[in-house]
């Protein structure tokens, strides 16, 4: 059975840095094609793509956010992180980390955890 | 980047309708294009994947075409446990998008 979940704060102060955890359980990132994404959604509004990373420790992230992210994993234990810095109130949302896999014709995140809300406010 | 635009943005529909939603990006992607239906308080959950290609355990009433910039969700009688928000995405380019998503209300 696949599970992620994650975990971090819920409350975090403007200027401050995020740290996120996704802890997964019954697949193996070194599997070819598995990857680990966080995409967020603000309250009320669309899902948006963060930030990916693969067994090999190839890393992809979202052009607008890119210069704010760092994922990263610990293998051993079937962790991935995802860092961000200098938060502010726009980027109040639940933050969701996803399992994707690989075809020739396309990606897809077909597992998901049930996401944690991060509020951000002084 | 690859933009993803869906229409409707929402739609209202009754129990057993014929549901067609639409995707287009904004250059080709081939065949690189996801669904995902999202219910309120709920993570997302990927009906289609590859375009045409139903994600195990997802009922056959869903269904996806297309290629290149052109995409199609329909859902062929809809269902209450179907009222959602649906996403499309693509896989494209290696920098992901979702569409802004249809958000399908009960008539």
């Known amino acids: 059975q696949i599970t992620l979940q994650e975990s971090g704060p819920t409350l975090v102060k403007p200027t401050q840095t995020l740290t996120l955890t996704c802890t997964f359980s019954g697949f193996s990132l070194s599997t070819s094609g598995v990857g680990v994404n966080w995409i967020r959604q603000p309250p009320g509004k669309a899902l948006e793509w963060l930030a990916l990373i693969y067994g090999d420790d190839a890393k992809r992230y979202s052009p607008s956010l890119r210069s704010r992210l760092t994922i990263t994993k610990d293998t051993s234990k079937n962790h991935v992180v995802l860092t961000m810095t200098n938060m502010d109130p726009l980027d109040t949302a639940t933050y969701y980390c996803?399992?994707?896999?690989?075809?020739?014709?396309?990606?897809?995140?077909?597992?998901w955890g049930q996401g944690t809300l991060v509020t951000v406010s002084s | 980047d690859i933009q993803m635009t869906q229409s409707p943005s929402s739609l209202s529909a009754s129990v057993g309708d014929r549901v067609t939603i639409t995707c287009r990006a904004s250059q080709s992607i081939s065949s690189s294009l996801n669904w995902y239906q999202q219910k309120p308080g709920q993570a997302p959950t990927l009906l289609i994947y590859?375009?045409?290609s139903l994600q195990s355990g997802v009922p056959s009433r869903f269904s996806g075409s297309g290629f290149g910039t052109d995409f199609t969700l329909t859902i062929s009688s809809l269902q209450p446990e179907d009222f959602a928000t649906y996403y499309c995405?693509?896989?494209?380019?290696?920098?992901?998008?979702f569409g802004q998503g249809t958000k399908v209300e009960i008539k």
């Open positions: 996803a399992r994707s896999d690989a075809l020739p014709s396309a990606t897809y995140c077909d597992y």
């Open positions: 995405q693509q896989s494209s380019s290696t920098l992901w998008t």
């Open positions: 590859a375009a045409s």
